[in-house]
Nanobody, 122 residues
Framework: VQLQASGGGLVQAGGSLRLSCATS????????LGWFRQTPGKQREFVAA???????NYADSVKGRFAISRDSAKNMVYLQMNTLRPEDTAVYHC?????????????????WGRGTLVTVSS
């Protein structure tokens, strides 16, 4: 599965961004999809994931502010980010797995896309 994230940019604290991830699969509904983020010098961090059936899972740090969604007809997954904080600044990557896993264990994701940079200014 090929994945490509987009939609990053520079935003002020309190603002919003929507990230998109385009996938190459014919049937995205066979995969669970997730978002992770990484800043220089830190480990990659789980953000959110969604199962085939649409059940979402979020990191505590983004609960209530971020929302993950999927559009099977367009083979896309999205991350709506609201009330952004400077600590949300990172490169955001989308990932996929065929085992319907929507947790934070990055080793359980089989495919990763290039990231998109989100910068939140204070």
């Amino acid at each position: 599965v090929q994945l490509q994230a987009s939609g990053g940019g520079l935003v002020q604290a309190g603002g919003s961004l929507r990230l998109s991830c385009a996938t190459s699969v014919r049937t995205i509904s066979n995969y669970a999809l997730g978002w992770f983020r990484q800043t220089p010098g830190k480990q990659r961090e789980f953000v959110a994931a969604i199962t085939r059936g649409g059940n979402a899972n979020y990191a505590d740090s983004v609960k209530g502010r971020f929302a993950i969604s999927r559009d099977s007809a367009k083979n896309m997954v999205y991350l709506q980010m609201n009330t952004l904080r400077p600590e949300d600044t990172a490169v955001y990557h989308c990932a996929a797995n065929a085992r319907n896993y929507a947790g934070g264990g990055e080793r359980l994701y089989d495919d990763w896309g290039r990231g998109t940079l989100v910068t939140v200014s204070s």
